[in-house]
């Protein structure tokens, strides 16, 4: 895997801490920073991310001091177990979505498939009801209900 240009780390740096509403400097270090939403308004949910060992929970502004009770002693380990972090979470959940990846490449490094990419089709049904069937069920339900969301 290759690394990032230093130019396009820094653009994801400043992109990130602007959702988020923290300091740079929060991506340098290992810790767990609950912050009140940012970019995401009023959003009535939680938003986690993961950084190497940096984790941020960002949360409703209305619920930020429960969530700093709950969620500031976690760290990165325990993102790692959804089943084991949703114990923490004060009210019902309703509906888990992710881990989800998030990644980054430079165009120089960066090599696409050489027939390159477009939207699925109704053509393409049974070739995803293959792909689905050789995922993980939690992946191949995603992929579907993406698929059927944006046909």
Same mark, same amino acid.
Do not use: K
């Given at each position: &895997?290759s690394?990032?240009?230093?130019?396009?780390s820094?653009?994801?740096?400043?992109?990130?801490?602007d959702?988020?509403?923290?300091?740079?400097?929060v991506?340098?270090?290992?810790?767990?920073c609950?912050?009140p939403?940012?970019?995401l308004?009023?959003?009535?949910?939680?938003?986690?991310f993961?950084?190497?060992h940096?984790?941020i929970?960002?949360?409703p502004?209305?619920?930020?001091?429960?969530?700093?009770a709950?969620?500031?002693g976690?760290?990165?380990?325990?993102?790692?177990?959804?089943?084991?972090?949703t &114990?923490?979470i004060p009210a019902?959940i309703r509906?888990?979505?992710?881990?989800?990846?998030i990644g980054y490449?430079?165009a120089i490094?960066?090599r696409?498939?050489p027939?390159?990419a477009?939207?699925?089709?109704?053509?393409d049904a049974?070739?995803l009801?293959?792909f689905?069937t050789?995922?993980?069920?939690r992946i191949?339900?995603t992929?579907?209900?993406?698929?059927?969301?944006?046909?």
């Amino acid at each position: &895997m290759s690394e990032l240009l230093p130019s396009t780390s820094a653009t994801l740096d400043r992109y990130w801490s602007d959702f988020f509403g923290c300091p740079l400097a929060v991506f340098d270090r290992a810790t767990t920073c609950v912050l009140p939403h940012a970019g995401l308004g009023d959003y009535h949910g939680l938003f986690l991310f993961r950084r190497q060992h940096t984790l941020i929970v960002s949360v409703p502004p209305a619920d930020h001091a429960v969530y700093v009770a709950r969620f500031a002693g976690l760290t990165t380990v325990a993102f790692d177990a959804v089943a084991a972090f949703t &114990m923490h979470i004060p009210a019902a959940i309703r509906q888990v979505i992710g881990p989800a990846w998030i990644g980054y490449a430079d165009a120089i490094p960066f090599r696409s498939h050489p027939r390159g990419a477009r939207l699925l089709a109704d053509a393409d049904a049974t070739a995803l009801l293959r792909f689905r069937t050789a995922c993980p069920p939690r992946i191949g339900s995603t992929a579907a209900a993406f698929w059927a969301a944006n046909r």
